[in-house]
C-alpha cells in the first residue's frame, strides 16, 4: 500500500479505498473531510482511473487549486492537470463553452456578472416604462435568479398562477415580461448570467439525451465537497451525471448549512440515501483542527439545534486556552480592542499576520476593524468587498475585451460606447437601442449597418459610431494573431482609457492607471499558466471567464502576510490559527432578518458553528453595548450565542459578576487607548445576563488595585533579557536555539537580531521575546 495512505486515520481511510458505488461521508467541522476527497482522488488515480474521467465540485476555486497542488504531489503533476475540478460555475460554464452551441449560444459567450444582470434589469424597465420605484432593479434581479436556481423557466413561470399571482399581488404584475425580455436579450447579446451556467447546463443534459451520454462517460468518478449547501439546480446535474455509473461521492456536514438564502437546500445531504441504491455512509468523528475547548465549545452550540443529524466531534489536540469574550462600549473600541490583541499575540508569540483572521456577520462591520487594523501598521486584506475586478477602471477594461470576444455583449457595449468620452450621447444609445430590438439584432450589428438603416442620427454623430466599429474590429482582427496580454495592453493604450487616467492627474487616477497596469500583469501571468495546462491555450475568452468567475478569494496567492477580514459566509472550508468573531450582538448575529422561524435562527446558530470551528488554537468573542448602524448609535444587547456556549470554556478573567469589563479595559490601558472617562458613563445593559454585568465605582477601585497581577505583555518579559549581550547563545521557545548578533534600541524598544541555528535572522523585540539565555 502507497505511504500516502498513512496520513489518514482509520475512519479516513475507509471511504478513500472505498471501490464503486456512492458514498457519503457526514462529519463535523475539521475532520478531514475535504482532506478524504482529495486522497480519495489521488488514490482513484493510483488505482488506474484515468484523470479525464474524474471530476470534482469544490466551493471555492482556490480549494480547487490547492486541492490539486496536493494531488500532484501525490499523483504526479501532469495526469493531475487533466482533472476536471472546480466551483459548479466555473466547471459548467468551461462545458457549456464545448456545448451551448447546441442551445444557440456562442463558445466564447459572456458570462455576466451580477451587476450587468443588474444594469440590463434597469434598463429594461426604463424601456418598458415602469415605475422604478415599484419594480426595483436589485430586488427583481434577485427574485429572477430564485427563478433560475430552482429551474422555474420563463414558461414554467407562466404556467404557474401562483407566482404569477404572488407578483401580481406584490404590485409587480409585469415582472413574468421583465424576466422574459431579460432573458431575450441575454440570449440575442450571447450572454449567460451565473444562474445560467447551472440552468443551462440542466438545459443541454435534459433536451440531449447524447450529451447527458458522454459526459456520464465521461465523468465516471464524481466527487463534490460541501455538498450541504448545493441547491436544486446543482443537485439536478450532479444526479444526472452520476445516474449511470453511480460513483459519487459526496462530503458534507449538515450542521454548516449555511447558505438557504441563495437556495441551498439542506435536504440534498440528508435525502442522498433516498436517492441513490446502496449508499455507504460513512462517519468521521476526529477533529484535528482546533484545541479542546474549541471543539467543546462548538459542540455545545450546535447541539442547541433540533434538526440536524447526530454526530460526535473530539479531539486529541491539547486543551488550549479557554475562548476569550470580550464587552467594548462601541464598535470603534472593539476594533481597537482586536488590533490590540493580535498585536499582542504576534509579538509574544512571533506569528505571522496570516495567521489570525477577523470574521463577521455583515461587511459593514469590517469598517471600524479596518480603522483600527490601519493605526496599528497591521496589514490586512478584505475578502468579499468590491474585488479588484469589480473596480470601474478594470471593469471598463475588460469591458472593452468583452466586446471583441463577443461583440454582441450589449453591457459591455453601454459601457464603453462614449468611455472615455467620444461624444456618443444617450439620446443616440437609446436610439441605437430601440433599432436593435426592433429588428431584433445586437446593438453593434446595428452600429455596423448604419448607412442602410437612416435612424435620424446626424452624419457627425455616425462616423463617430463607425470609427468605434472600426476601432473594436482593428482589435479583432489583432486577437487572431497576438496573445491576451499583447492585445490588453494595446487596448489599454489605443481606447484612451490609460490616457483618461493619466490625465485626471489626481491620486485616484493615479490609483487606477496602476490598477490598469496590475490587471495587465495579471493577463500575463494568466497566459503563462494556462499554456501549462492539457486544454487550455491561454486565449482571451478563457481569461475573460476565469475573471467572470473569480472572486477575491482565488486572487490570493498567499504571498503577502496579511490579516484576513471575512464575513462568515466567505470562512466556510479555511482554518486559521487565531479567530476573532467581531459583533456577538443580538439583531447583529443572530441576524434581525433571521429571527423570524425556528428554521432562520436554527441557520444563524449553524453560521456561529462554522466560525467559531474555524480556530485552530484560540477563538475571541467580541460584541459591544453601542454600535453604529443605519447611521444610528443603537443600544446593542450580548448575542444570545454567547450564553448558549457552555461557560467552562469561557474565559472569565476576573471573578464573574464585575471584573470582567474592566479587565479588557486594563489590557487595553497596556497600550494607552483607555478613555477612563467611557468606564463611568457605561450604562447597565438591558437583559445582560448576570456575568456580565458592568463593575460598580466600589468594584473598579478594588480592581484597580489588582492590576498587578493582571497578567500583561510585561509580565511576560522575560528577565533575562537585559542581560542579552551581542554573542549571548538564546534559545527561544518557538524558533529554537540561535546566537545573538547585535542589540539596538533602549527600554521598550530594545530589539535584538538574532541568527538561529535553523538559518534564519530575525529580529526580536526582547519585551516580549520568550528567550532563554544558555
Ligand atoms: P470543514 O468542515 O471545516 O470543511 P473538513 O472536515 O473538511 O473541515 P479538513 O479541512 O479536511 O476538514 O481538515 C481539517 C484540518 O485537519 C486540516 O488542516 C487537515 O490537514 C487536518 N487533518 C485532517 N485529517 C488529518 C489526519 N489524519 N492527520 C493529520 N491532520 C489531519
Ligand atoms: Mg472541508
Not at 471593469?395 to 459591455?412: G, Q, S, T
Not at 484576513?564 to 456577538?584: D, Q, R, S, W
Request: hydrophobic fraction near 35%; include cysteine; glycine fraction near 6%.
Amino acid at each position: 500500500m502507497s505511504t500516502f495512505l498513512d496520513d489518514l486515520n482509520e475512519a479516513q481511510r475507509a471511504p478513500v479505498l472505498h471501490k464503486e458505488g456512492p458514498l457519503m461521508v457526514i462529519a463535523g467541522a475539521g475532520s478531514g473531510k475535504t482532506r478524504v476527497l482529495t486522497y480519495r482522488i489521488a488514490h482513484l488515480m493510483e488505482q488506474g482511473v484515468d484523470s479525464f474521467n474524474i471530476l470534482a465540485l469544490t466551493f471555492t476555486n482556490k480549494a480547487a487549486r490547492e486541492m490539486k497542488k496536493r494531488i500532484a504531489a501525490i499523483a504526479g503533476n501532469s495526469e493531475t492537470k487533466n482533472l476536471w475540478m472546480g466551483t459548479f460555475h466555473s466547471v459548467f460554464a468551461r462545458l457549456l463553452r464545448y456545448e451551448g452551441d447546441k442551445m444557440g449560444y456562442p463558445s466564447n459567450f459572456t458570462i455576466y456578472d451580477t451587476q450587468d444582470s443588474q444594469r440590463l434589469i434597469a434598463s429594461l424597465i426604463k424601456e418598458m416604462g415602469l415605475d422604478k420605484d415599484i419594480y426595483k432593479y436589485k430586488q427583481i434581479q434577485n427574485r429572477i435568479s430564485s427563478y433560475k436556481n430552482s429551474l422555474i423557466t420563463v414558461k414554467a413561470y407562466f404556467q404557474n398562477p401562483e407566482l404569477v399571482e404572488a407578483d401580481a399581488m406584490a404590485k409587480r404584475p409585469r415582472l413574468g415580461e421583465i424576466y422574459q425580455n431579460y432573458v431575450d436579450r441575454c440570449f440575442k447579446a450571447g450572454a449567460m448570467d451565473f444562474d445560467d451556467l447551472l440552468l443551462k447546463t440542466n438545459e443541454l443534459l435534459t433536451r440531449f439525451p447524447e450529451v447527458l451520454m458522454k459526459y456520464q462517460e465521461r465523468f465516471k468518478y464524481i466527487l463534490v465537497d460541501e455538498y450541504q449547501d448545493t441547491n436544486h439546480s446543482q443537485y439536478l446535474i450532479v444526479k444526472a451525471l452520476s445516474d449511470r455509473y453511480q460513483n459519487i461521492c459526496v462530503v458534507g456536514d449538515d450542521a454548516q448549512s449555511i447558505y438557504s438564502f441563495r437556495g441551498a437546500n439542506i435536504s440534498n445531504i440528508l435525502n442522498f440515501q433516498r436517492d441513490y441504491d446502496d449508499v455507504a455512509v460513512y462517519r468521521l468523528e476526529q477533529n484535528y483542527r482546533s484545541t479542546k475547548n474549541i471543539v467543546n465549545a462548538a459542540n455545545s452550540i450546535i447541539e442547541k439545534n433540533k434538526n440536524q443529524l447526530e454526530k460526535v466531534v473530539w479531539t486529541s489536540n491539547e486543551e488550549g486556552p479557554k475562548i476569550k469574550v470580550h464587552r467594548s462600549v462601541t464598535d470603534a473600541e472593539e476594533g481597537r480592542y482586536v488590533a490590540s490583541s493580535i498585536f499582542e499575540n504576534k509579538m509574544q508569540q512571533q506569528l505571522q499576520n496570516g495567521e489570525f483572521a477577523v470574521l463577521y456577520r455583515t461587511n459593514s462591520q469590517s469598517r471600524a476593524i479596518e480603522d483600527a487594523l490601519r493605526k496599528r501598521d497591521i496589514p490586512y486584506r478584505i475578502y468579499g468587498g468590491l474585488s479588484f475586478y469589480q473596480r470601474k477602471e478594470i471593469k471598463d477594461v475588460l469591458a472593452y475585451l468583452r466586446l471583441v470576444v463577443n461583440p454582441k455583449d450589449e453591457e459591455a457595449l453601454k459601457r464603453v460606447i462614449n468611455f472615455p468620452t467620444r461624444g456618443i450621447g444617450q439620446t443616440t444609445i437609446d436610439k441605437l437601442v430601440v433599432a436593435a430590438n426592433h429588428f431584433g439584432r445586437s446593438i453593434f450589428e446595428v452600429m455596423e449597418n448604419l448607412d442602410k438603416l437612416q435612424l435620424k442620427i446626424n452624419s457627425g454623430t455616425q462616423r463617430k459610431l463607425e470609427d468605434f466599429v472600426t476601432m473594436i474590429k482593428s482589435f479583432q482582427i489583432m486577437n487572431e494573431g497576438a496573445d491576451a496580454f499583447a492585445l490588453a495592453e494595446h487596448v489599454a493604450k489605443k481606447t484612451g482609457l490609460l490616457l483618461e487616467f493619466k490625465k485626471d492627474g489626481t491620486p485616484e487616477g493615479i490609483a487606477r492607471m496602476e490598477n490598469i497596469e496590475e490587471l495587465l500583469n495579471g493577463i500575463k501571468d494568466f497566459v503563462e499558466g494556462q499554456k501549462e495546462l492539457a486544454d487550455a491555450t491561454g486565449s482571451l475568452t478563457e481569461f475573460l471567464e476565469d475573471v467572470a468567475l473569480a472572486t477575491d478569494m482565488d486572487k490570493d496567492t498567499g504571498d503577502d502576510d496579511r490579516v484576513a477580514l471575512m464575513t462568515i459566509h466567505l470562512a466556510k472550508g479555511l482554518e486559521f490559527p487565531y479567530v476573532y468573531i467581531v459583533g456577538m450582538e443580538e439583531d447583529l448575529f443572530p441576524s434581525a432578518m433571521s429571527m423570524n422561524t425556528r428554521s432562520e435562527l436554527e441557520e444563524e446558530r449553524r453560521l456561529f458553528y462554522v466560525a467559531l470551528t474555524r480556530a485552530e488554537k484560540q477563538a475571541y468573542l467580541t460584541y459591544t453595548q453601542n454600535r453604529y448602524r443605519w447611521g444610528k448609535l443603537i443600544d446593542a444587547e450580548p448575542s444570545r450565542f454567547l450564553e448558549e456556549i457552555d461557560e467552562k470554556y469561557l474565559e472569565n478573567l476576573i471573578p464573574v459578576n464585575d471584573g470582567y469589563r474592566y479587565k479588557s479595559l486594563i489590557d487595553a490601558d497596556i497600550f494607552g487607548e483607555v478613555d477612563k472617562s467611557k468606564l463611568r458613563q457605561m450604562k447597565p445593559v438591558k437583559g445582560t445576563p448576570p456575568s456580565f454585568h458592568r463593575p460598580n465605582e466600589n468594584q473598579l477601585r478594588k480592581l484597580r488595585k489588582l492590576k498587578p497581577q493582571i497578567s500583561s505583555p510585561a509580565e511576560n518579559t522575560n528577565v533575562i533579557n537585559p542581560n542579552l549581550a551581542e554573542g549571548s547563545l538564546v534559545n527561544h521557545t518557538r524558533f529554537g536555539r540561535g546566537k545573538v548578533l547585535k542589540i539596538e534600541g533602549t527600554g521598550n524598544d530594545k530589539k535584538a537580531e538574532i541568527q538561529f541555528e535553523k538559518g534564519d535572522v530575525k529580529k526580536l523585540l526582547l519585551r516580549f521575546a520568550k528567550l532563554e539565555l544558555l
